[in-house]
């Protein structure tokens, strides 16, 4: 998660497209989530969102509620469906962007924080939602990989 912070921070903003940022923590949350269960996805999410807030220019906490919330949701859905689908987690991780986006965008309100016109954020949003889900088909099968490898 760390790296995912680092990289999200630092380097992402470089494959924006239409001006879309993929959150790469929202998809290694996702990842881990699908992966490894809902405990160990919310313990990483939760870590990647304090990260995400210490970079922030607003309060500590919004990111990782938001985060918390996707982790959360990602959790309950890998547990209802067959988890070797490849579609599945897409969609899991479209979802959570939107909850995610949904939280943060209650958070920075509820505080008298600057928030995008409604049009605007639902935009945004569902881009984003889009592109972190396309991101999410090769990151799943990749980090089930390397558990694999390391359990062996």
């Known amino acids: 998660m760390v790296v995912a912070a680092l990289v999200q921070v630092t380097w992402a903003h470089h494959v924006a497209l239409l001006g ?25 999410a939760c870590l990647g969102g ?3 807030d210490l970079e922030s220019p607003g309060p500590l906490g919004p990111h990782a509620v ?9 959790g309950l859905w890998a547990r209802d469906v067959d988890p070797s689908r490849w579609l599945q987690p897409a969609l899991a991780t479209a979802v959570a962007s939107g909850v995610y986006a ?3 965008v209650g958070i920075d309100d509820t ?42």
Do not use: K, S
């Not at 879309?20 to 160990?40: D, E, S």
């Open 20 to 44: 879309v940022v993929p959150n790469l923590v929202l998809v290694a949350a996702v990842a881990i989530t699908w992966t490894h269960g809902q405990r160990a996805g919310l313990a990483a």
């Open 111 to 152: 505080l008298n924080l600057a928030v995008p016109p409604f049009d605007v954020a639902l935009q945004l949003a569902w881009m984003t939602a889009l592109y972190n889900a396309v991101l999410a088909v090769p990151a799943v099968p990749a980090l089930r990989r390397t558990a694999l490898e390391a359990r062996a």
């Open 102 to 104: 949904l939280v943060l």
């Open 66 to 74: 938001g985060l918390l919330c996707a982790a959360y949701v990602v």
């Open 50 to 52: 304090l990260l995400l």
